[in-house]
Nanobody, 124 residues
Framework: QVQLVESGGGLVQAGGSLRLSCAAS????????MAWFRQAPGKEREFVAA????????YYADSVKGRFTITRVDAKKTAYLQMNSLKPTDTAVYYC?????????????????WGQGTQVTVSS
């Protein structure tokens, strides 16, 4: 079992920045993919970013490319999502996920473990 706890969400004005953290505990593995998804009110959950390992590749949704950066520190069992130039359309609950079982890295159904989410609200 793996437990994930997100933090760092909040209210920010458009153009501002936030850094989300995802702390993992339990049977974690540095080889696990770590990813961020988000779900806005009335919309389906969507892929934001993923990182395959500390030395591995990073992947981003087109909507956040160039503004968001995903990193991980395996010694701390923590993944981060640095979000810059935030827009009101970035408002959503942000979820951390890990342990990609099968399927595409952007497929929410491919992940085994999820956090409870953290709210990000961007005001105009």
């Amino acid at each position: 079992q793996v437990q994930l706890v997100e933090s760092g969400g909040g209210l920010v004005q458009a153009g501002g920045s936030l850094r989300l953290s995802c702390a993992a505990s339990g049977h974690t593995d540095a080889r696990f993919v770590m990813a961020w998804f988000r779900q806005a009110p009335g919309k389906e959950r969507e892929f934001v970013a993923a990182i395959s390992s500390s030395a591995g590749g990073t992947y981003y949704a087109d909507s956040v490319k160039g503004r968001f950066t995903i990193t991980r520190v395996d010694a701390k069992k923590t993944a981060y999502l640095q979000m810059n130039s935030l827009k009101p359309t970035d408002t959503a609950v942000y979820y951390c996920a890990t342990d990609l079982q099968r399927g595409a890295i952007s497929d929410e159904f491919a992940y085994e473990y999820w956090g409870q989410g953290t709210q990000v609200t961007v005001s105009s």
